[in-house]
Structure formats: C-alpha cells, structure tokens
C-alpha cells in the first residue's frame, strides 16, 4: 500500500518562492520519487524526479529555478520552486515508482500552485 500526501501549494506572486512537499508513506520495497504537474487541457508533465541512481532530472523549463529534494529518513519529497513564474501554474503531483519502474507509479491527490 503506498499513499502520497502532497502540500504547501497556493498562490504567489511571479518571481516568489514555494515549498511543496510530499510525505510517502509505504512499506517495502524501494522508489524512486517525483513530481508532475498539469494545467488543464494539456498532458501532465514530468517537472522533477530522482532516478535510480540517486541523480536527479528536470525538466528544461525549470532548471535553476526548481530543485527536488528528499529527506530519507522522514520519506518525504520537496520541491523548492524560485523565480515562479505564471507558466508555472499548475496541480502539481507527487508520484512514487516502484523499484523505480514508471509502469508501477503512484499518484497523490495533486496540490495547486497559482502563480500571478
């Protein structure tokens, strides 16, 4: 059973900072953590995630602005989001891939992030 619980989204204005985090709470097993994010009408884009290796990916629009992080040993996900800007309003959400295979992800319930 894995549940993802995600937080610190709202509304900010461009150029402000935002911590969302997500509490993973689960047993066994090893994943790798992510976020995604979706606007309305549009596919959901991976932002950020840690590959199995321990690196860490993001996507282009994001670099030098957003930077995931994770604390083991409270299993909790970040992301650190500077420099908003209003593209990056959007649900945003944690997901969890078992033994870091995508066809074995989990989703949380989304939190939002408007950014005027």
């Known amino acids: 059973h894995v549940q993802l619980v995600e937080s610190g989204g709202g509304s900010v204005q461009a150029g402000g900072p935002l911590r969302l985090s997500c509490a993973a709470h689960?047993?066994?097993?090893?994943?790798?953590l992510g976020w995604f994010r979706q606007v309305p009408g549009k596919e959901r884009e991976l932002v950020a995630s840690?590959?199995?290796?321990?690196?860490?990916s993001y996507v282009d629009s994001v670099k030098g602005r957003f930077t995931i992080s994770q604390d083991n040993a409270k299993r909790t996900l970040y992301l650190q989001m500077d420099s908003l800007m209003p593209e990056d309003t959007a649900m945003y959400y944690c997901v969890a891939d078992r033994l870091c295979e995508s066809r074995n992800r989990y989703w949380g319930q989304g939190t939002q992030v408007t950014v005027s």
């Open positions: 840690f590959k199995g290796d321990g690196s860490t």
């Open positions: 689960y047993t066994y097993s090893w994943y790798c």
